[in-house]
């Protein structure tokens, strides 16, 4: 059994792998850090879906691994899904230099946006040399260096209102508006659902803010699991929390690296938002449960 296992994960693996639609310059790319993602709009990606229906998806494949999903396990082809955070499920509702500046003037921060954002940048590429996590616990000293990097002000009190503007529904929107609706109908299903970031111990207050922390059966943070996507033990710990067998889980994240090759190499099965998929509605859709 334990062989058999084993062969169908692989063979999961290659089919998303040779079977997978192909992506964008943007998906495709590694995302240089958790608030400065780009998210197309909820309304504009499900008006992509039937586009992606009428070039036949059959040709591409997604349809022969559904079946082939389901000759498995049957109708719903999964048992649990993984979301990622920031760029999937939710996105900061300013861009990060705006609210740096903004915040920043009463500070002496003198900066542009466009000065900001290239001195963040280059900051959050810097090899972070107190931890392999840049995460740990509250991340403090993490963002302390980022926003001291990025704007040149080192004053405890702007870093402070800035750190906790982003654990308030101000910083932070849902990506797709129909997820609470999704999320009821997995669950109903009996479908369990949990949410794997890569995030500091704000997470949960985030989600508690958008009123979406009961969505959830489980949440894998980084900065508590003690490992980074695309480390596999972060998935290895969702389906622990779940109670299933990582190839019985499918991860939905906007990170090709931390989020599809991550979670493959954990042994899930995994599909790239705004690419493979480009709503919960078709998450859903794709599991076997209709919405």
């Not at 994960?9 to 290659?14: F, G, N, P, V």
């Not at 997604?62 to 499920?89: F, M, N, P, Q």
């Not at 900066?111 to 810097?126: M, P, V």
């Amino acid at each position: 059994m334990a062989l058999m296992a084993t062969t169908r994960t692989k063979l999961c693996r290659l089919l998303t792998r040779t079977l997978r639609p192909g992506c964008s310059a943007l998906n495709g790319s590694i995302r240089p850090d958790p608030f400065n993602c780009s998210f197309s709009s909820a309304s504009s990606a499900a008006a992509m879906a039937p586009q992606r229906e009428a070039m036949g998806l059959e040709v591409l494949g997604v349809k022969d691994y559904e079946d082939y999903r389901r000759s498995l396990y049957g109708e719903i082809t999964h048992k649990a899904l993984l979301v990622d955070a920031v760029g999937t499920l939710l996105a900061p509702s300013q861009p990060m230099a705006q609210i740096y500046r903004e915040i920043g003037e009463k500070y002496g921060v003198e900066y542009s946006e466009i000065e900001i954002l290239n001195r963040y940048r280059r900051a959050y590429a810097q090899p972070w040399g107190r931890s392999r996590l840049r995460y740990v616990n509250d991340g403090r000293p993490f963002w302390q260096y980022i926003v001291s990097s990025s704007t040149g002000c080192s004053d405890s009190q702007y870093f402070e209102e800035l750190y906790n503007y982003y654990t308030t529904d101000k910083a932070w929107h849902l990506c797709d508006p129909e997820a609470e609706k999704v999320f009821k109908a997995l669950r109903k299903a009996g479908v369990k659902v949990a949410v794997v970031s890569n995030f500091d111990t704000r997470l949960r207050p985030v989600l508690r803010a958008l009123n979406c922390d009961h969505w959830f059966d489980a949440v894998a943070v980084s900065a508590e699991v003690e490992a980074e996507k695309p480390n596999p033990t972060i998935f290895l710990k969702a389906c622990e929390l779940l109670g299933i067998k990582p190839e019985d889980a499918v991860h939905v994240g906007d990170d090709r690296r931390n989020d599809i090759w991550g979670a493959r190499d954990a042994g899930c099965d995994a599909w790239l938002w705004g690419s493979d998929v480009y709503s919960f509605k078709e998450v859903a859709r794709r599991i076997g449960v209709q919405v």
